[in-house]
């Protein structure tokens, strides 16, 4: 491999790096079989972590705070009728088709399905919010029932407000961030229940956003950036009201800046543990009437580190979890200690078990779950605290020109949502498909 001084970035050439080591150096270097949370909202926020008592305010039982992706073994070679390969004994129904009525209902589902989550609702069932990456964009929401069935679907943030809505995130207090990925794009904070209007936040800054994440000790906000030389934000609200709602509308915008050689980060196989710093974004905001007027959000602070493609992100107990698809990489960001490591490169691999990275979720008992895509075997893998990857489903050759987005799982664990946005034509605009895939997903631990 060859690194270029003027791009800075590695020209590839893998090498075979034992899994485990590189693993162990990251997800159990990190304590990542301690690190639970609820899946109650698929948040770390939440829930009930006893499986045999319902939830608060009479909903369901969720999955205990230990549970993990149980041994699936491997996914049919035999597509089922909608060309996924899932695991034995799982069955998979299509929730929603672009342009179609969600089964049931009177509400025609969008297409381009992208960033996903679920919200356990107070008097029992849940509700699977999902956002459509095009123009105009919005996000649209389906309501189900303790047995998993679909009650109502309805929208959450009309499409003439926005556009192309990637990734996301999902706030302590059980709402919806929806982000708009483009370079003047916002983030938007949506009602799962469709109960308030959503609300734009511009304090968040403008920029190419993915994904969200808050961690709920003091409610600082972590943002992703869509871009080549995109950079890791966090948001620090003027109040914070740690265990309440915050305040979104006014605080500090930083973009984390790596205390080592960017080179040395960028090593690809390269471990370690590097302390970060925060420094402050002097315009948030650099446009007037919808034109970047000045210096972008990410280039304001030469200093500050830049990575290569953010794509989804995750908190779990004190841990920043997220992804950059342009290295294939995972990282995890420990709080208290202000450190950063890569825990999943796939240039640790002769043969990856990842092909790219995007969008992640993961289990109370600490599985990282990956979806993918490229326009190949793309998958939901899981990486689970012992090293081992678990494939999850895989869609098939009529899929080609799509991607695997929006991964999300029930309170109880028993089903898994996610979709193939541009469904089997690959035609952005007007395909895309929804699923929901029942099973023994988890195991408690």
């Given at each position: 491999m060859r690194f270029d001084p003027i791009s800075r970035r590695w020209h590839r050439r893998r090498k075979s790096v034992d899994r485990r080591s590189v693993l162990r150096g990251g997800l159990l270097g990190l304590g990542l079989v301690a690190v639970g949370g609820s899946l109650a909202s698929c948040t770390g926020s939440g829930g009930n972590d006893d499986p045999a008592n319902p939830a608060p305010g009479g909903g369901d039982p969720v999955a205990p705070t230990g549970a993990v992706v149980g041994d699936l073994g491997p996914l049919s070679t035999t597509p089922d009728a909608n060309d996924l390969l899932l695991p034995a004994g799982f069955t998979a129904t299509v929730i929603g088709r672009a342009g179609q009525f969600v089964p049931g209902t009177g509400f025609r589902w969008h297409s381009d399905p992208d960033g996903g989550a679920v919200f356990a609702r107070p008097g029992g069932g849940w509700v699977y919010v999902s956002n459509r990456e095009f123009l105009p964009g919005g996000?649209?929401?389906?309501?189900?029932?303790?047995?998993?069935?679909?009650?109502?679907?309805?929208?959450?943030?009309?499409?003439?407000?926005?556009?192309?809505?990637?990734?996301?995130?999902?706030?302590?207090?059980?709402?919806?961030?929806?982000?708009?990925?483009?370079?003047?794009?916002?983030?938007?904070?949506?009602?799962?229940?469709?109960?308030e209007p959503a609300r734009r936040l511009t304090a968040l800054g403008t920029f190419k956003h993915e994904a969200v994440a808050v961690d709920p000790a003091t409610n600082a906000v972590y943002l992703t950036e869509d871009e080549t030389d995109g950079r890791f934000y966090r948001f620090l609200p003027t109040a914070a009201n740690a265990g309440g709602r915050a305040d979104l509308t006014s605080g500090r915008l930083q973009v984390m800046r790596v205390l080592a050689d960017a080179a040395l980060v960028n090593t690809p196989g390269q471990g370690g543990r590097f302390s970060v710093d925060w420094l402050d974004v002097p315009t948030p905001n650099p446009l007037l009437g919808g034109l970047v007027l000045a210096t972008p959000t990410r280039r304001q602070v030469p200093e500050s580190f830049a990575f290569d493609g953010g794509e989804g992100i995750w908190h779990q107990r004190g841990v920043i979890y997220f992804s950059t698809?342009?290295?294939?990489?995972?990282?995890?960001?420990?709080?208290?200690?202000?450190?950063?490591?890569?825990?999943?490169?796939?240039?640790?691999?002769?043969?990856?078990?990842?092909?790219?990275?995007?969008?992640?979720?993961?289990?109370?008992?600490?599985?990282?779950?990956?979806?993918?895509?490229q326009?190949?075997?793309?998958?939901?893998?899981?990486?689970?605290?012992?090293?081992?990857?678990?494939?999850?489903?895989?869609?098939?050759?009529?899929?080609?020109?799509?991607?695997?987005?929006?991964p999300a799982f029930s309170p109880d664990g028993r089903f898994f949502y996610f979709s193939s946005q541009r469904g089997t034509s690959g035609r952005a605009g007007v395909d895309g498909v929804t699923y929901a895939v029942e099973g023994p997903w988890l195991r408690g631990v």
């Amino acid at each position: 491999m060859r690194f270029d001084p003027i791009s800075r970035r590695w020209h590839r050439r893998r090498k075979s790096v034992d899994r485990r080591s590189v693993l162990r150096g990251g997800l159990l270097g990190l304590g990542l079989v301690a690190v639970g949370g609820s899946l109650a909202s698929c948040t770390g926020s939440g829930g009930n972590d006893d499986p045999a008592n319902p939830a608060p305010g009479g909903g369901d039982p969720v999955a205990p705070t230990g549970a993990v992706v149980g041994d699936l073994g491997p996914l049919s070679t035999t597509p089922d009728a909608n060309d996924l390969l899932l695991p034995a004994g799982f069955t998979a129904t299509v929730i929603g088709r672009a342009g179609q009525f969600v089964p049931g209902t009177g509400f025609r589902w969008h297409s381009d399905p992208d960033g996903g989550a679920v919200f356990a609702r107070p008097g029992g069932g849940w509700v699977y919010v999902s956002n459509r990456e095009f123009l105009p964009g919005g996000v649209d929401a389906i309501e189900f029932s303790a047995s998993g069935s679909i009650v109502r679907a309805y929208n959450i943030l009309p499409g003439p407000l926005t556009r192309i809505n990637c990734g996301g995130g999902v706030s302590p207090w059980n709402t919806w961030f929806s982000g708009e990925e483009f370079e003047t794009g916002v983030i938007w904070e949506c009602d799962p229940f469709g109960v308030e209007p959503a609300r734009r936040l511009t304090a968040l800054g403008t920029f190419k956003h993915e994904a969200v994440a808050v961690d709920p000790a003091t409610n600082a906000v972590y943002l992703t950036e869509d871009e080549t030389d995109g950079r890791f934000y966090r948001f620090l609200p003027t109040a914070a009201n740690a265990g309440g709602r915050a305040d979104l509308t006014s605080g500090r915008l930083q973009v984390m800046r790596v205390l080592a050689d960017a080179a040395l980060v960028n090593t690809p196989g390269q471990g370690g543990r590097f302390s970060v710093d925060w420094l402050d974004v002097p315009t948030p905001n650099p446009l007037l009437g919808g034109l970047v007027l000045a210096t972008p959000t990410r280039r304001q602070v030469p200093e500050s580190f830049a990575f290569d493609g953010g794509e989804g992100i995750w908190h779990q107990r004190g841990v920043i979890y997220f992804s950059t698809k342009g290295d294939r990489r995972v990282w995890a960001l420990d709080i208290a200690a202000q450190a950063v490591e890569v825990i999943y490169d796939d240039f640790a691999f002769a043969t990856p078990p990842l092909t790219s990275v995007d969008n992640i979720v993961m289990t109370p008992g600490g599985d990282v779950i990956v979806v993918e895509d490229q326009n190949a075997e793309q998958s939901a893998v899981a990486i689970t605290p012992s090293g081992r990857f678990q494939p999850l489903v895989q869609l098939g050759v009529s899929h080609v020109g799509s991607e695997v987005t929006g991964p999300a799982f029930s309170p109880d664990g028993r089903f898994f949502y996610f979709s193939s946005q541009r469904g089997t034509s690959g035609r952005a605009g007007v395909d895309g498909v929804t699923y929901a895939v029942e099973g023994p997903w988890l195991r408690g631990v």
